[in-house]
Protein backbone atom coordinates (compact mmCIF):
# COMPACT_ATOMS: atom_id res chain seq x y z
CA UNK A 1 0.00 0.00 0.00
CA UNK A 2 1.56 3.52 -0.79
CA UNK A 3 2.01 5.44 1.63
CA UNK A 4 2.91 9.28 1.03
CA UNK A 5 4.97 11.52 3.82
CA UNK A 6 6.23 15.09 4.27
CA UNK A 7 9.02 16.31 6.43
CA UNK A 8 8.78 18.48 8.05
CA UNK A 9 5.23 19.22 9.71
CA UNK A 10 5.96 23.06 9.62
CA UNK A 11 8.68 25.12 9.12
CA UNK A 12 9.28 28.84 9.54
CA UNK A 13 12.10 30.57 8.48
CA UNK A 14 12.78 34.19 7.68
CA UNK A 15 12.00 36.09 4.02
CA UNK A 16 14.58 35.63 1.32
CA UNK A 17 15.85 32.29 2.79
CA UNK A 18 16.01 29.18 0.16
CA UNK A 19 14.11 26.39 1.77
CA UNK A 20 13.58 22.90 0.64
CA UNK A 21 10.07 20.47 1.79
CA UNK A 22 10.73 16.59 1.20
CA UNK A 23 8.14 14.12 0.23
CA UNK A 24 9.21 10.74 0.65
CA UNK A 25 6.77 7.61 -0.49
CA UNK A 26 6.84 3.99 0.01
CA UNK A 27 6.22 2.15 -3.38
CA UNK A 28 8.15 3.46 -6.23
CA UNK A 29 5.76 2.34 -8.92
CA UNK A 30 4.11 6.18 -9.66
CA UNK A 31 3.04 7.41 -12.62
CA UNK A 32 3.59 10.99 -11.37
CA UNK A 33 4.17 13.32 -8.40
CA UNK A 34 2.25 16.74 -7.90
CA UNK A 35 2.92 19.79 -5.76
CA UNK A 36 0.15 21.58 -4.45
CA UNK A 37 0.02 25.09 -2.58
CA UNK A 38 -3.47 25.37 0.39
CA UNK A 39 -3.86 29.01 1.82
CA UNK A 40 -5.88 28.25 4.78
CA UNK A 41 -9.53 27.98 4.32
CA UNK A 42 -8.96 27.81 0.61
CA UNK A 43 -8.72 24.84 -2.12
CA UNK A 44 -5.52 23.40 -3.37
CA UNK A 45 -3.38 24.86 -6.29
CA UNK A 46 -1.29 22.67 -8.64
CA UNK A 47 1.98 24.47 -8.34
CA UNK A 48 4.13 21.67 -11.07
CA UNK A 49 3.75 18.40 -11.89
CA UNK A 50 6.48 15.31 -12.86
CA UNK A 51 5.52 12.80 -14.48
CA UNK A 52 7.04 9.40 -13.89
CA UNK A 53 9.64 9.65 -16.70
CA UNK A 54 11.21 13.64 -15.85
CA UNK A 55 13.86 14.01 -13.14
CA UNK A 56 12.64 18.10 -12.42
CA UNK A 57 10.04 20.29 -12.98
CA UNK A 58 10.80 24.16 -12.47
CA UNK A 59 8.22 27.11 -12.33
CA UNK A 60 9.54 30.77 -11.41
CA UNK A 61 11.24 30.12 -7.90
CA UNK A 62 9.92 26.58 -7.48
CA UNK A 63 11.71 23.50 -8.66
CA UNK A 64 10.39 19.98 -7.68
CA UNK A 65 13.01 17.58 -8.27
CA UNK A 66 12.10 13.60 -8.59
CA UNK A 67 13.95 10.51 -7.75
CA UNK A 68 11.71 7.46 -7.80
CA UNK A 69 14.21 4.71 -7.28
CA UNK A 70 14.95 6.25 -3.52
CA UNK A 71 11.17 7.00 -3.55
CA UNK A 72 11.60 10.99 -2.83
CA UNK A 73 10.69 14.37 -4.06
CA UNK A 74 11.79 17.51 -2.87
CA UNK A 75 10.55 21.26 -3.93
CA UNK A 76 12.72 23.86 -3.39
CA UNK A 77 11.60 27.60 -2.99
CA UNK A 78 14.49 30.10 -3.73
CA UNK A 79 13.83 33.36 -2.20
CA UNK A 80 11.08 32.99 0.46
CA UNK A 81 8.91 35.62 0.50
CA UNK A 82 6.06 36.02 2.80
CA UNK A 83 3.36 35.14 0.25
CA UNK A 84 5.06 31.83 -0.20
CA UNK A 85 3.32 31.39 3.45
CA UNK A 86 0.70 28.27 2.86
CA UNK A 87 0.86 24.71 3.23
CA UNK A 88 2.46 22.57 0.95
CA UNK A 89 1.40 19.18 -0.25
CA UNK A 90 2.93 16.27 -2.58
CA UNK A 91 0.50 13.88 -3.97
CA UNK A 92 1.63 10.86 -5.85
CA UNK A 93 -0.21 9.40 -8.58
CA UNK A 94 -0.30 5.75 -8.33
CA UNK A 95 -2.19 4.45 -11.29
CA UNK A 96 -4.42 6.02 -14.12
CA UNK A 97 -5.89 9.12 -11.73
CA UNK A 98 -5.83 7.85 -8.49
CA UNK A 99 -3.68 10.22 -5.77
CA UNK A 100 -2.28 9.83 -2.36
CA UNK A 101 -1.68 12.44 -0.49
CA UNK A 102 0.90 13.29 1.85
CA UNK A 103 -0.29 15.36 5.44
CA UNK A 104 1.76 18.31 4.00
CA UNK A 105 4.29 21.21 5.58
CA UNK A 106 2.85 24.31 6.95
CA UNK A 107 5.07 26.84 6.04
CA UNK A 108 5.55 30.22 7.50
CA UNK A 109 7.78 33.00 5.91
CA UNK A 110 8.24 35.44 8.22
CA UNK A 111 8.90 39.44 6.98
CA UNK B 1 -12.83 29.20 -17.45
CA UNK B 2 -14.24 29.89 -14.00
CA UNK B 3 -12.63 27.09 -13.04
CA UNK B 4 -13.84 23.96 -10.28
CA UNK B 5 -17.14 24.97 -8.87
CA UNK B 6 -18.60 23.85 -5.72
CA UNK B 7 -22.30 24.73 -3.83
CA UNK B 8 -22.70 25.11 -1.00
CA UNK B 9 -19.42 26.69 0.27
CA UNK B 10 -20.64 25.80 3.41
CA UNK B 11 -23.37 23.39 4.56
CA UNK B 12 -24.60 23.11 7.95
CA UNK B 13 -27.20 20.05 9.01
CA UNK B 14 -28.54 18.45 11.59
CA UNK B 15 -27.66 14.04 12.00
CA UNK B 16 -29.95 12.36 10.03
CA UNK B 17 -30.37 14.56 7.66
CA UNK B 18 -30.13 13.91 4.01
CA UNK B 19 -26.73 16.12 2.41
CA UNK B 20 -26.12 16.61 -1.43
CA UNK B 21 -23.01 18.23 -2.44
CA UNK B 22 -22.78 19.78 -6.25
CA UNK B 23 -19.57 20.27 -8.23
CA UNK B 24 -19.19 21.54 -11.93
CA UNK B 25 -15.80 20.63 -13.53
CA UNK B 26 -13.69 22.54 -16.07
CA UNK B 27 -15.13 22.33 -19.19
CA UNK B 28 -13.55 19.84 -21.43
CA UNK B 29 -11.98 17.66 -18.54
CA UNK B 30 -12.57 14.26 -18.70
CA UNK B 31 -11.92 13.18 -15.72
CA UNK B 32 -13.36 13.75 -11.77
CA UNK B 33 -13.05 13.41 -7.94
CA UNK B 34 -14.42 13.29 -4.99
CA UNK B 35 -11.60 14.17 -1.83
CA UNK B 36 -12.37 14.87 1.96
CA UNK B 37 -10.30 16.68 3.88
CA UNK B 38 -10.06 16.52 8.00
CA UNK B 39 -7.42 17.53 10.97
CA UNK B 40 -6.99 13.34 11.76
CA UNK B 41 -6.71 12.20 8.51
CA UNK B 42 -5.83 14.61 5.87
CA UNK B 43 -7.25 14.61 1.99
CA UNK B 44 -8.69 11.12 1.36
CA UNK B 45 -9.95 10.04 -2.24
CA UNK B 46 -13.18 9.03 -1.97
CA UNK B 47 -13.93 8.46 -5.72
CA UNK B 48 -13.42 9.50 -9.18
CA UNK B 49 -15.24 9.35 -12.49
CA UNK B 50 -13.22 9.44 -16.07
CA UNK B 51 -15.69 10.30 -18.66
CA UNK B 52 -18.65 10.35 -16.15
CA UNK B 53 -18.21 6.59 -14.94
CA UNK B 54 -16.96 5.63 -11.75
CA UNK B 55 -13.88 4.23 -11.81
CA UNK B 56 -12.55 3.86 -8.39
CA UNK B 57 -14.89 3.99 -5.41
CA UNK B 58 -12.96 2.47 -2.50
CA UNK B 59 -12.22 5.49 -0.49
CA UNK B 60 -15.74 5.71 -0.25
CA UNK B 61 -16.28 5.16 3.53
CA UNK B 62 -19.72 3.81 3.93
CA UNK B 63 -23.31 2.94 2.16
CA UNK B 64 -24.45 6.43 2.96
CA UNK B 65 -22.09 7.76 0.48
CA UNK B 66 -23.26 7.66 -3.34
CA UNK B 67 -21.55 9.67 -5.94
CA UNK B 68 -23.26 10.20 -9.55
CA UNK B 69 -21.88 12.05 -12.64
CA UNK B 70 -25.46 12.17 -15.34
CA UNK B 71 -22.98 14.12 -17.64
CA UNK B 72 -20.04 15.84 -18.40
CA UNK B 73 -20.86 19.12 -16.55
CA UNK B 74 -22.16 18.38 -13.61
CA UNK B 75 -21.45 15.69 -10.44
CA UNK B 76 -23.25 15.31 -6.86
CA UNK B 77 -22.04 13.39 -3.80
CA UNK B 78 -25.19 12.44 -1.55
CA UNK B 79 -24.68 11.49 1.96
CA UNK B 80 -27.96 9.52 3.76
CA UNK B 81 -28.37 9.69 6.29
CA UNK B 82 -25.91 12.55 7.87
CA UNK B 83 -23.41 11.84 10.88
CA UNK B 84 -21.19 14.07 13.33
CA UNK B 85 -18.20 12.53 12.15
CA UNK B 86 -18.93 13.31 8.79
CA UNK B 87 -18.12 17.26 9.31
CA UNK B 88 -15.27 17.78 7.32
CA UNK B 89 -14.17 19.97 3.80
CA UNK B 90 -15.12 18.10 0.51
CA UNK B 91 -13.19 18.88 -2.66
CA UNK B 92 -14.26 18.34 -5.84
CA UNK B 93 -11.69 18.16 -8.45
CA UNK B 94 -11.30 18.01 -12.40
CA UNK B 95 -8.62 16.65 -14.87
CA UNK B 96 -7.82 16.06 -18.49
CA UNK B 97 -5.03 14.26 -20.20
CA UNK B 98 -2.15 15.17 -18.45
CA UNK B 99 -3.09 14.02 -15.16
CA UNK B 100 -2.74 17.70 -13.71
CA UNK B 101 -5.63 17.88 -11.23
CA UNK B 102 -7.85 21.26 -10.22
CA UNK B 103 -8.94 21.86 -7.06
CA UNK B 104 -12.75 23.76 -6.08
CA UNK B 105 -12.66 26.03 -3.57
CA UNK B 106 -14.72 23.00 -1.16
CA UNK B 107 -18.05 22.81 0.71
CA UNK B 108 -17.25 22.95 4.38
CA UNK B 109 -19.82 20.47 6.23
CA UNK B 110 -21.42 20.94 9.48
CA UNK B 111 -23.09 17.62 10.72
CA UNK B 112 -25.19 18.36 14.27
Known amino acids: KQEVTQIPAALSVPEGENLVLNCSFT??????LQWFRQDPGKGLTSLLL?????REQTSGRLNASLDKSSGRSTLYIAASQPGDSATYLC??????????FGAGTRLFVKA | DAGVIQSPRHEVTEMGQEVTLRCKPI?????LFWYRQTMMRGLELLIY????????DSGMPEDRFSAKMPNASFSTLKIQPSEPRDSAVYFC??????????FGPGTRLTVT
Open chain 1, 27 to 32: DSAIYN
Open chain 1, 50 to 54: IQSSQ
Open chain 2, 49 to 56: FNNNVPID
Open chain 2, 93 to 102: ASGGSSYEQY
Open chain 1, 91 to 100: AVGTGGFKTI
Open chain 2, 27 to 31: SGHNS
